[in-house]
Protein backbone atom coordinates (compact mmCIF):
# COMPACT_ATOMS: atom_id res chain seq x y z
CA UNK A 1 0.00 0.00 0.00
CA UNK A 2 1.10 3.70 -0.31
CA UNK A 3 2.76 4.91 2.33
CA UNK A 4 0.09 7.17 4.38
CA UNK A 5 -0.09 10.67 3.50
CA UNK A 6 0.32 12.47 6.89
CA UNK A 7 3.61 10.50 7.76
CA UNK A 8 7.05 11.55 7.02
CA UNK A 9 8.13 10.28 3.65
CA UNK A 10 12.29 10.69 4.01
CA UNK A 11 14.94 7.70 5.14
CA UNK A 12 16.13 9.02 8.77
CA UNK A 13 17.91 6.85 10.97
CA UNK A 14 18.99 7.88 15.11
CA UNK A 15 21.81 5.19 15.49
CA UNK A 16 25.03 5.59 17.64
CA UNK A 17 24.06 9.31 19.19
CA UNK A 18 23.93 10.13 15.29
CA UNK A 19 21.73 11.42 13.30
CA UNK A 20 22.13 10.16 9.57
CA UNK A 21 19.64 11.33 6.45
CA UNK A 22 20.63 11.82 2.58
CA UNK A 23 19.62 7.96 1.61
CA UNK A 24 22.40 7.18 -1.12
CA UNK A 25 21.48 3.42 -1.61
CA UNK A 26 19.61 0.26 0.34
CA UNK A 27 20.70 -3.11 -0.56
CA UNK A 28 20.15 -6.61 1.55
CA UNK A 29 23.90 -7.95 0.96
CA UNK A 30 26.00 -7.98 4.38
CA UNK A 31 29.42 -7.98 1.81
CA UNK A 32 28.29 -4.26 1.51
CA UNK A 33 29.31 -3.48 5.14
CA UNK A 34 32.67 -3.73 4.50
CA UNK A 35 32.61 -1.71 1.80
CA UNK A 36 32.27 2.70 2.10
CA UNK A 37 30.31 4.70 3.87
CA UNK A 38 27.90 5.00 7.09
CA UNK A 39 25.43 2.57 7.19
CA UNK A 40 21.80 1.92 9.36
CA UNK A 41 20.96 -1.97 9.70
CA UNK A 42 18.13 -3.41 10.63
CA UNK A 43 18.02 -7.53 10.51
CA UNK A 44 14.71 -9.09 11.42
CA UNK A 45 15.10 -12.03 13.18
CA UNK A 46 13.54 -14.01 10.60
CA UNK A 47 16.59 -13.52 8.19
CA UNK A 48 15.20 -10.11 6.43
CA UNK A 49 18.48 -7.70 6.16
CA UNK A 50 17.97 -4.74 5.15
CA UNK A 51 21.32 -1.84 5.42
CA UNK A 52 21.23 1.73 4.34
CA UNK A 53 23.75 3.83 3.86
CA UNK A 54 23.34 7.61 4.34
CA UNK A 55 25.40 10.51 3.30
CA UNK A 56 25.03 13.35 5.80
CA UNK A 57 26.16 11.88 9.26
CA UNK A 58 26.38 14.33 12.61
CA UNK A 59 25.64 14.09 16.22
CA UNK A 60 22.40 13.77 17.47
CA UNK A 61 20.76 16.49 19.79
CA UNK A 62 20.70 16.10 23.09
CA UNK A 63 16.68 16.82 22.56
CA UNK A 64 15.57 15.02 19.03
CA UNK A 65 12.96 17.46 18.89
CA UNK A 66 10.86 15.08 16.70
CA UNK A 67 8.32 18.29 14.90
CA UNK A 68 5.21 15.70 15.27
CA UNK A 69 3.66 14.92 18.31
CA UNK A 70 3.17 11.31 18.90
CA UNK A 71 -0.47 9.65 18.61
CA UNK A 72 -0.47 6.62 20.09
CA UNK A 73 -2.98 3.63 21.29
CA UNK A 74 -4.68 4.12 23.83
CA UNK A 75 -3.70 1.39 27.23
CA UNK A 76 -6.78 -0.82 26.43
CA UNK A 77 -6.28 -1.57 23.00
CA UNK A 78 -3.05 -4.07 23.32
CA UNK A 79 -3.87 -7.64 22.07
CA UNK A 80 -1.10 -10.57 22.28
CA UNK A 81 -0.14 -13.28 20.18
CA UNK A 82 0.13 -15.66 23.23
CA UNK A 83 -2.31 -14.98 25.77
CA UNK A 84 -0.94 -16.11 29.48
CA UNK A 85 -2.85 -19.63 29.02
CA UNK A 86 -0.69 -19.95 25.37
CA UNK A 87 2.53 -19.05 26.56
CA UNK A 88 2.60 -20.74 29.94
CA UNK A 89 0.92 -24.05 28.51
CA UNK A 90 4.69 -22.64 26.09
CA UNK A 91 6.45 -22.98 29.00
CA UNK A 92 5.36 -26.67 30.22
CA UNK A 93 6.30 -27.79 26.68
CA UNK A 94 9.36 -26.72 26.89
CA UNK A 95 10.25 -28.16 29.75
CA UNK A 96 9.18 -31.67 28.35
CA UNK A 97 11.72 -31.00 25.59
CA UNK A 98 14.26 -30.51 28.12
CA UNK A 99 13.21 -33.47 30.17
CA UNK A 100 13.42 -35.34 26.61
CA UNK A 101 17.24 -34.16 26.34
CA UNK A 102 16.39 -32.55 23.04
CA UNK A 103 16.98 -28.50 24.38
CA UNK A 104 18.50 -27.00 27.39
CA UNK A 105 17.05 -23.87 27.14
CA UNK A 106 14.60 -21.90 24.64
CA UNK A 107 13.43 -18.32 24.52
CA UNK A 108 9.03 -18.03 24.14
CA UNK A 109 7.83 -14.45 22.92
CA UNK A 110 5.09 -13.21 22.32
CA UNK A 111 4.10 -10.19 19.98
CA UNK A 112 2.20 -7.44 21.21
CA UNK A 113 0.19 -5.26 18.73
CA UNK A 114 -2.31 -2.33 19.24
CA UNK A 115 -4.01 -0.09 16.37
CA UNK A 116 -2.37 3.54 15.25
CA UNK A 117 -3.83 5.97 13.01
CA UNK A 118 -1.51 7.55 9.61
CA UNK A 119 -0.27 10.00 11.60
CA UNK A 120 1.20 8.02 14.30
CA UNK A 121 5.22 9.00 13.81
CA UNK A 122 7.59 6.49 14.50
CA UNK A 123 10.00 9.58 15.01
CA UNK A 124 7.61 10.55 17.53
CA UNK A 125 7.73 7.64 19.61
CA UNK A 126 11.41 7.44 19.29
CA UNK A 127 11.97 11.20 20.37
CA UNK A 128 9.21 10.34 23.64
CA UNK A 129 11.09 7.21 24.29
CA UNK A 130 14.64 9.36 24.44
CA UNK A 131 13.37 11.52 27.33
CA UNK A 132 11.43 8.82 29.27
CA UNK A 133 13.14 5.41 29.24
CA UNK A 134 16.98 6.14 28.62
CA UNK A 135 18.41 3.10 26.92
CA UNK A 136 22.55 2.03 25.57
CA UNK A 137 21.56 1.25 22.24
CA UNK A 138 18.66 2.97 21.62
CA UNK A 139 18.17 3.96 18.17
CA UNK A 140 15.72 4.61 15.51
CA UNK A 141 15.13 3.46 11.87
CA UNK A 142 12.79 4.78 9.15
CA UNK A 143 13.00 3.34 5.14
CA UNK A 144 9.83 4.34 3.85
CA UNK A 145 10.28 2.65 0.82
CA UNK A 146 11.36 -0.81 2.64
CA UNK A 147 8.21 -0.61 4.74
CA UNK A 148 10.70 -0.49 7.92
CA UNK A 149 9.68 1.73 10.62
CA UNK A 150 11.79 0.71 13.93
CA UNK A 151 12.51 2.33 16.95
CA UNK A 152 14.57 0.26 19.72
CA UNK A 153 15.30 1.54 23.46
CA UNK A 154 17.49 -1.75 24.07
CA UNK A 155 19.53 -2.37 26.72
CA UNK A 156 21.48 -5.40 25.53
CA UNK A 157 24.86 -5.28 22.73
CA UNK A 158 24.37 -8.11 20.00
CA UNK A 159 28.00 -6.98 18.17
CA UNK A 160 30.42 -4.77 18.41
CA UNK A 161 33.25 -4.58 15.95
CA UNK A 162 36.61 -2.23 16.58
CA UNK A 163 38.03 -2.97 13.64
CA UNK A 164 39.05 -7.43 13.85
CA UNK A 165 37.92 -7.21 17.88
CA UNK A 166 34.49 -8.55 18.30
CA UNK A 167 32.34 -7.77 21.26
CA UNK A 168 29.12 -9.39 22.37
CA UNK A 169 27.17 -8.37 25.50
CA UNK A 170 24.57 -11.96 25.51
CA UNK A 171 21.25 -10.79 28.93
CA UNK A 172 20.03 -13.78 30.84
CA UNK A 173 18.64 -13.06 33.97
CA UNK A 174 16.07 -10.24 34.09
CA UNK A 175 14.12 -9.02 37.77
CA UNK A 176 12.92 -5.65 39.38
CA UNK A 177 15.70 -5.69 41.84
CA UNK A 178 18.91 -7.75 42.40
CA UNK A 179 17.34 -9.75 45.06
CA UNK A 180 14.67 -11.25 42.46
CA UNK A 181 17.35 -12.76 40.74
CA UNK A 182 17.44 -16.83 40.97
CA UNK A 183 20.27 -19.18 40.52
CA UNK A 184 18.20 -20.15 37.55
CA UNK A 185 19.20 -17.17 36.27
CA UNK A 186 22.58 -17.56 36.61
CA UNK A 187 22.77 -21.10 35.55
CA UNK A 188 20.73 -19.88 32.33
CA UNK A 189 23.43 -16.70 31.84
CA UNK A 190 26.46 -18.98 31.54
CA UNK A 191 24.44 -20.98 28.85
CA UNK A 192 24.16 -18.81 26.62
CA UNK A 193 27.50 -17.38 27.20
CA UNK A 194 28.74 -20.99 26.01
CA UNK A 195 26.66 -20.51 23.07
CA UNK A 196 27.98 -17.11 21.90
CA UNK A 197 31.54 -18.32 22.58
CA UNK A 198 30.62 -21.62 20.55
CA UNK A 199 29.10 -19.04 17.53
CA UNK A 200 31.96 -16.08 17.95
CA UNK A 201 34.66 -19.55 17.40
CA UNK A 202 33.23 -20.20 14.10
CA UNK A 203 34.66 -17.10 12.59
CA UNK A 204 37.10 -15.83 14.85
CA UNK A 205 41.02 -16.71 15.61
CA UNK A 206 41.37 -19.85 17.46
CA UNK A 207 42.01 -19.26 20.75
CA UNK A 208 40.96 -15.18 20.60
CA UNK A 209 37.61 -15.89 22.36
CA UNK A 210 37.91 -15.19 25.77
CA UNK A 211 34.81 -13.78 28.60
CA UNK A 212 36.10 -10.69 30.45
CA UNK A 213 32.90 -10.42 32.46
CA UNK A 214 30.59 -13.10 33.85
CA UNK A 215 27.15 -12.32 35.47
CA UNK A 216 27.49 -8.64 36.06
CA UNK A 217 24.41 -7.17 37.58
CA UNK A 218 23.37 -3.92 35.35
CA UNK A 219 20.48 -1.75 36.30
CA UNK A 220 18.09 -0.44 33.61
CA UNK A 221 14.90 1.45 34.29
CA UNK A 222 12.29 -0.65 36.35
CA UNK A 223 14.47 -3.53 36.14
CA UNK A 224 18.02 -5.48 36.60
CA UNK A 225 19.35 -8.02 34.75
CA UNK A 226 22.65 -9.99 34.09
CA UNK A 227 24.80 -9.46 31.52
CA UNK A 228 28.27 -11.27 30.45
CA UNK A 229 31.19 -10.04 27.60
CA UNK A 230 32.27 -12.47 25.24
CA UNK A 231 35.17 -11.36 23.01
CA UNK A 232 37.13 -12.40 20.26
CA UNK A 233 39.59 -11.38 16.93
CA UNK A 234 37.34 -11.68 13.85
CA UNK A 235 40.10 -14.32 11.65
CA UNK A 236 41.89 -12.61 8.52
CA UNK A 237 39.97 -12.62 5.69
CA UNK A 238 36.58 -12.46 7.23
CA UNK A 239 33.92 -10.12 7.36
CA UNK A 240 30.44 -8.78 8.30
CA UNK A 241 29.13 -11.10 6.20
CA UNK A 242 30.66 -14.12 8.13
CA UNK A 243 30.37 -13.19 11.52
CA UNK A 244 26.34 -12.13 10.75
CA UNK A 245 26.21 -16.02 9.30
CA UNK A 246 28.04 -17.11 12.55
CA UNK A 247 26.45 -15.73 15.39
CA UNK A 248 22.74 -14.58 13.98
CA UNK A 249 19.67 -14.95 15.20
CA UNK A 250 21.62 -13.73 18.65
CA UNK A 251 21.69 -16.54 21.11
CA UNK A 252 20.00 -14.94 24.01
CA UNK A 253 16.87 -14.74 22.31
CA UNK A 254 17.30 -18.12 21.10
CA UNK A 255 18.29 -20.76 23.46
CA UNK A 256 20.74 -23.85 23.31
CA UNK A 257 21.40 -25.99 21.05
CA UNK A 258 20.16 -22.59 18.99
CA UNK A 259 18.96 -24.79 15.63
CA UNK A 260 17.04 -27.22 18.05
CA UNK A 261 15.73 -23.94 20.25
CA UNK A 262 14.59 -22.23 16.71
CA UNK A 263 12.82 -25.32 15.74
CA UNK A 264 10.94 -25.74 19.36
CA UNK A 265 10.17 -21.63 18.88
CA UNK A 266 8.71 -22.34 15.27
CA UNK A 267 6.37 -24.94 16.58
CA UNK A 268 4.70 -22.80 19.62
CA UNK A 269 5.33 -19.18 18.85
CA UNK A 270 2.15 -17.48 16.70
CA UNK A 271 3.53 -14.69 14.86
CA UNK A 272 6.51 -13.91 13.54
CA UNK A 273 8.70 -11.78 15.49
CA UNK A 274 9.86 -9.38 12.75
CA UNK A 275 12.67 -6.89 13.73
CA UNK A 276 11.89 -7.82 17.05
CA UNK A 277 14.80 -10.18 18.43
CA UNK A 278 16.81 -9.41 15.75
CA UNK A 279 19.62 -6.79 15.44
CA UNK A 280 19.05 -2.77 15.12
CA UNK A 281 22.39 -0.89 14.89
CA UNK A 282 25.26 1.27 12.70
CA UNK A 283 28.18 0.20 10.73
CA UNK A 284 30.83 2.62 9.62
CA UNK A 285 33.05 0.58 7.08
CA UNK A 286 35.24 3.54 6.40
CA UNK A 287 36.66 3.13 10.20
CA UNK A 288 35.82 -0.58 10.34
CA UNK A 289 33.70 0.13 13.61
CA UNK A 290 30.11 -1.16 14.34
CA UNK A 291 27.53 -1.80 16.68
CA UNK A 292 24.31 -4.15 15.82
CA UNK A 293 21.74 -3.97 18.98
CA UNK A 294 20.11 -7.07 19.93
CA UNK A 295 16.24 -5.27 18.89
CA UNK A 296 14.44 -6.01 22.43
CA UNK A 297 12.60 -3.60 23.97
CA UNK A 298 11.25 -2.36 20.39
CA UNK A 299 8.76 -1.15 18.89
CA UNK A 300 7.83 -1.04 14.77
CA UNK A 301 4.56 0.36 12.63
CA UNK A 302 3.60 -1.80 9.84
CA UNK A 303 1.84 0.41 7.58
CA UNK A 304 -0.67 -2.37 5.98
CA UNK A 305 -2.14 -3.77 9.15
CA UNK A 306 -2.41 -0.18 10.90
CA UNK A 307 -0.43 -1.68 13.80
CA UNK A 308 1.87 -0.73 16.42
CA UNK A 309 3.91 -3.82 17.47
CA UNK A 310 6.39 -4.49 20.45
CA UNK A 311 7.23 -7.92 21.36
CA UNK A 312 8.46 -9.27 24.76
CA UNK A 313 9.91 -12.76 25.54
CA UNK A 314 11.33 -14.87 28.25
CA UNK A 315 14.09 -17.74 28.59
CA UNK A 316 12.64 -21.09 29.61
CA UNK A 317 15.10 -23.68 30.90
CA UNK A 318 14.35 -26.77 33.68
CA UNK A 319 14.07 -24.72 36.79
CA UNK A 320 11.44 -22.10 34.91
CA UNK A 321 7.93 -21.52 36.49
CA UNK A 322 5.40 -21.04 33.92
CA UNK A 323 3.46 -18.18 35.86
CA UNK A 324 7.03 -16.23 36.87
CA UNK A 325 7.98 -16.59 33.19
CA UNK A 326 4.38 -14.76 31.71
CA UNK A 327 5.62 -11.71 34.77
CA UNK A 328 8.93 -11.16 33.22
CA UNK A 329 6.91 -10.78 30.12
CA UNK A 330 4.96 -8.45 31.82
CA UNK A 331 7.55 -6.80 33.38
CA UNK A 332 9.52 -5.89 30.53
CA UNK A 333 6.49 -4.50 28.66
CA UNK A 334 4.77 -2.78 31.05
CA UNK A 335 6.70 0.74 31.36
CA UNK A 336 7.55 1.10 27.46
CA UNK A 337 3.81 -0.25 26.93
CA UNK A 338 2.65 2.54 29.01
CA UNK A 339 5.04 5.52 27.25
CA UNK A 340 3.66 4.24 24.06
CA UNK A 341 0.16 4.25 25.13
CA UNK A 342 -0.38 7.09 27.18
CA UNK A 343 3.28 8.66 28.37
CA UNK A 344 2.76 7.20 32.19
CA UNK A 345 5.93 6.06 33.44
CA UNK A 346 4.29 2.68 35.57
CA UNK A 347 2.08 -0.27 35.11
CA UNK A 348 -0.52 0.88 32.51
CA UNK A 349 -4.33 0.36 33.22
CA UNK A 350 -4.30 -2.36 30.40
CA UNK A 351 -1.75 -3.91 32.18
CA UNK A 352 -2.81 -4.38 35.27
CA UNK A 353 -6.76 -5.43 35.04
CA UNK A 354 -5.85 -7.86 32.09
CA UNK A 355 -2.27 -9.08 31.73
CA UNK A 356 -2.10 -7.26 28.38
CA UNK A 357 -4.78 -8.85 26.58
CA UNK A 358 -6.20 -12.31 27.02
Not at 43 to 72: I, K, N, Q
Not at 198 to 227: F, Q
Not at 264 to 289: F, K, M, Q, S
Amino acid sequence: MPYPRDAPTHPLAWLGGRVASGLIDVTHDPEALDSEGFWAVVAGFEGHLTCARFRDVRPLPRRTGSPARWYGPAPGQWTTSLDRAAYTAGVRRIREHIAAGEVYQANLCRVLSAPVTADAHIEALADRLATRHRAPYAGMVRLPDQGLEVVTASPELFLRRSGQVIESGPIKGTGRTEADLLAKDHAENVMIVDLVRNDLGWVCATGSVTVPELCAVERHPGLVHLVSTVRGRLRDGAGWADLLAAIFPPGSVTGAPKESALGIIRTLETAPRGPYCGGVGWVDADRRHGELAVAIRTFWIDRARGTLNFGAGAGITWGSDPDREWEETELKAARLLAIASNGRSGRSRHVERAGLAR
